[in-house]
């Protein structure tokens, strides 16, 4: 039954490959995931461009373990010398867009799901979503459906990570900032610059340090990634304006994070355009991941953002393929790792189930 089901899994992800599911745009993939349930008579719902069910002897008496990766791509960039959207196999790899992330972890999940659908005397509910909006962190993605689907109480989020074991994973938070300074004539004298201004400020923000730093996933990362100031070659600005790209560690909330940034930035102001996107992680000794261990699997922390950040249940991100390879040109997966992706899913959960 797993090799039939890995088969089935393998073709399942040629046609999502093949159909274009750009974030928020994932209406067809949506139908072919739909399809696949119909095909093993296994009812399911449907929200937005989310697909989910549940097993068959769902008992609310029990804890519930949520199966979630995601259909949505993001677009492909211009150093792709295959066709992004066509499923493409040579020397063991399996080519195309969203291959890699996350369509390889998410055919497995759902074959996973497949295989113990039926089973009775489960120690866990199972509960799959195929979500959208993961690539744009969308307002109708996974974080739409916590209210929807029953309550969890952990998660396997489908990431490419080899198969290790990544135990936490980095929130996001993102800032804009201003700097100002007085409006002039470039041919006259001005002390007051905002974009000399500037210099000062990056440089802050190039060596501030947090204090606390998280044995799992090391020092929160703070990056400037965007400057914008000036329409006129003659004319000195009043304000520069600068995005901040903030990795949040597991030792901090991402309010502490903006009020620190409030408090001690020297920019004339500083403003978080989001604080949903939080750190996760589950315990080292929590049963899936002491499973995993005993698998031979590995753990670490993950700088990445995944849908892992709109949980607030214990969440481990596993799957098949390899980071590295996400949102990269000629994305692909091996189709050994899937393989290896629905064995090793299936005996992971033998274990706690």
């Given at each position: 039954m797993i090799e039939k089901l890995t088969t089935q899994?393998?073709?399942?992800l040629k046609q999502l490959i093949e159909t274009e599911s750009f974030s928020s745009e994932e209406d067809n993939t949506a139908l072919l995931i739909e399809d696949w349930f119909k095909s093993h008579k296994i009812p399911?719902?449907?929200?937005?461009?989310?697909?989910?069910?549940?097993n068959k002897h769902f008992d609310d008496s029990k804890p519930t373990l949520l199966l979630n990766s995601h259909h949505d791509t993001v677009k492909p960039n211009n150093g792709y010398t295959k066709d992004p959207l066509k499923a493409i196999e040579e020397d063991g790899k399996l080519y195309g867009l969203g291959s890699n992330d996350a369509g390889g972890c998410l055919v497995s999940l759902i074959a996973t799901f497949t295989y113990f659908y039926d089973k009775k005397?489960?120690?866990y509910n199972l509960v799959i979503v195929a979500s959208?909006?993961?690539?744009?962190?969308?307002?109708?993605?996974?974080?739409?459906?916590?209210?929807?689907?029953?309550?969890?109480?952990?998660?396997?989020v489908g990431e490419p990570t080899?198969?290790?074991?990544?135990?936490?994973?980095?929130?996001?938070?993102?800032?804009?900032?201003?700097?100002?300074?007085t409006a002039g004539h470039a041919a006259h004298p001005n002390k007051d610059n905002s974009i000399y201004n500037t210099i000062e400020v990056l440089?802050?923000?190039?060596?501030?340090?947090?204090?606390r730093n998280s044995p799992v996933l090391g020092d929160v990362k703070m990056t400037v990634t965007q400057i914008n100031a000036g329409k006129q070659h003659n004319a000195v600005p009043a304000e520069v304006d600068l995005v901040i790209d903030v990795r949040v560690n597991d030792k901090y909330t991402n309010q502490q994070i903006e009020e620190?940034?409030?408090?001690?930035?020297?920019?004339?102001?500083?403003?978080?355009?989001?604080?949903r996107l939080n750190s996760s992680s589950i315990p080292i000794n929590h049963e899936l991941v002491e499973a995993g261990i005993e698998l031979g699997r590995e753990t670490y922390g993950s700088p990445t953002l995944s849908d892992q950040s709109v949980l607030t249940c214990p969440s481990l991100k596993l799957g098949p393929g390899d980071s590295t390879r996400s949102h990269t040109a000629d994305e692909f997966i091996y189709l050994a790792e899937i393989e290896e992706g629905v064995d090793l899913y299936i005996k992971l959960l033998e274990k706690v189930l």
């Open positions: 899994a393998i073709a399942l399911f719902k449907r929200d937005h461009h989310n697909i989910w069910s549940t005397d489960l120690n959208a909006e993961e690539e744009s962190s969308g307002p109708n993605g996974l974080n739409s459906m916590l209210s929807i689907i029953p309550k969890i109480d952990v998660a396997i080899l198969m290790n074991l990544a135990i936490a994973e980095k929130g996001l938070v993102v800032f804009d900032a201003k700097v100002k300074g440089k802050w923000f190039k060596d501030y340090q947090f204090a620190i940034l409030i408090r001690k930035s020297p920019c004339t102001s500083i403003k978080a355009r989001s604080l």
